[in-house]
């Protein structure tokens, strides 16, 4: 095939495909169900109802959340959940409050056998948000038994 043939079809393929498309195109939004029968775009629909619906899910939210705020200041001041320690230490004879969830006293520390490090890697193990450590890679014992020819091999 010569050069010039060649250009020449690919300019004839160029003024089909630009002639085609339009066609092609409408027929794609026809069966994606883009645009109905008569050729009217349904998704200018579709938009306006789902912006309808995202409006009245975030209000349905904000109301939601309003009501927790309600609900949370209203039981703050009457129902304490937290259950408390009070230890005194013996050698400053200061009364430590601590938290038996939080684990820490009115000051904010924490005890002197209290590792948090620990805690929060149980916390993270419960969540799911890490995995346990497998042993250290090495050398693997070889277990000796009836079917190994271990004897013949030596």
């Given at each position: ?14 003024i ?34 789902t ?5 009245k ?11 927790e ?86």
């Amino acid at each position: 095939m010569t050069a010039r043939s060649k250009s020449r079809r690919d300019k004839n393929n160029r003024i089909r495909r630009a002639k085609n498309k339009v066609k092609e195109l409408k027929k794609l939004k026809k069966t994606l169900g883009m645009i109905d029968e008569d050729g009217m775009d349904i998704m200018e629909k579709v938009k306006e109802i789902t912006e309808q619906q995202k409006k009245k899910e975030e209000e349905e939210k904000i109301k939601a959340e309003v009501r927790e705020d309600i609900v949370k200041e209203e039981t703050k001041d009457t129902v304490d959940h937290n259950e408390y320690i009070d230890i005194v230490h013996p050698e400053s004879k200061v009364k430590h409050r601590y938290n038996t969830r939080t684990k820490q006293d009115q000051f904010g520390q924490y005890p002197v056998w209290y590792n948090a490090r620990k805690e929060k890697r149980k916390q993270l193990l419960r969540d799911g948000k890490i995995k346990k450590k497998r042993g250290r890679p090495g050398r693997k014992m070889h277990f000796i038994d009836e079917t190994c020819n271990w004897r013949n091999i030596v």
